[in-house]
């Protein structure tokens, strides 16, 4: 059984960079989300999909931050002109059904660093 | 919007011993839940237990139990006979409906424990 993966899990980039991470979640779970989580700080939610459809963003996600899941699958989470404030950790979980109440299972994340 | 408030930044407890971790959260709902999970230094976050509001029983999972007070909005979280790698960050988590119609979690800062052995 496959848990949630992420890649990279680490990434280093320079200020006004554009970068990408990708979320593989556990096979067949409908919903997949994406968190921000600082040092010091429990996940903030940004984004969930439900199969390809993207339902929901969160205030925190700025017009630089883009999310898809084409296919109704992987994810991917794209970053333009990164910001020292968009170091954090990058967390992907997915969960079945569709109602929202299931348990979410999370991967391992992607740690981002700007300089 | 739903807060979620874990007053212990960090905790300790020795091997063996039972150590209970706090957690509150503000809400005018009536159907959510919530959960603890656990996330050891550089490893992912893993759920430890769940409970849903509607259960007045408090939900067990081998050594680890909750203490789920409804009407005091309280959620503590009990580890006994703790364990060596029971040491990990601790997040309490509210899962409830946004206005927005999703349900979405909220998550506490954490509270870090320590396990002496």
């Known amino acids: 059984d496959t848990g949630v993966s992420q890649d990279p899990r680490h990434k280093i980039t320079k200020r006004g960079q554009n970068v990408t991470f990708r979320c593989d979640p556990i096979s067949e779970h409908n919903r997949l989300y994406w968190y921000r989580q600082t040092l010091g700080q429990g996940p903030e939610f940004l984004t969930y999909f439900q199969n390809e459809a993207q339902l929901e963003k969160s205030r925190l996600l700025s017009d630089r931050f883009s999310a898809e899941r084409p296919k109704g699958s992987f994810s991917t989470l794209e970053i333009q002109r990164t910001e020292q404030g968009d170091s954090a950790m990058y967390l992907c979980?997915?969960?079945?059904?569709?109602?929202?109440?299931?348990?979410?299972?999370f991967g391992p994340g992607t740690r981002l660093l700007v300089l | 919007a739903q807060t979620v408030t874990q007053s212990q930044p960090e905790m300790s407890v020795q091997e063996a011993e039972t150590v209970t971790l706090s957690c509150t959260y503000d809400t005018s709902e009536s159907d959510y839940y919530l959960f603890w999970y656990k996330q050891p230094p550089s490893r992912q976050m893993i759920l430890v237990i769940r409970?849903?509001?509607?259960?007045?029983q408090n939900a067990t999972e081998n050594r680890f139990s909750v203490n789920f007070q409804k009407a005091a909005k309280s959620f503590s979280l009990k580890i006994s006979d703790s364990q060596l790698g029971d040491a990990a960050m601790y997040f309490c988590a509210y899962l409830g409906l946004t206005s927005g119609g999703s349900y979405i979690p909220t998550f506490g800062r954490g509270t870090s424990l320590i396990v002496h052995p």
């Open positions: 409970q849903e509001a509607y259960k007045q």
């Open positions: 979980a997915s969960s079945p059904g569709t109602s929202g109440r299931e348990t979410q299972y």
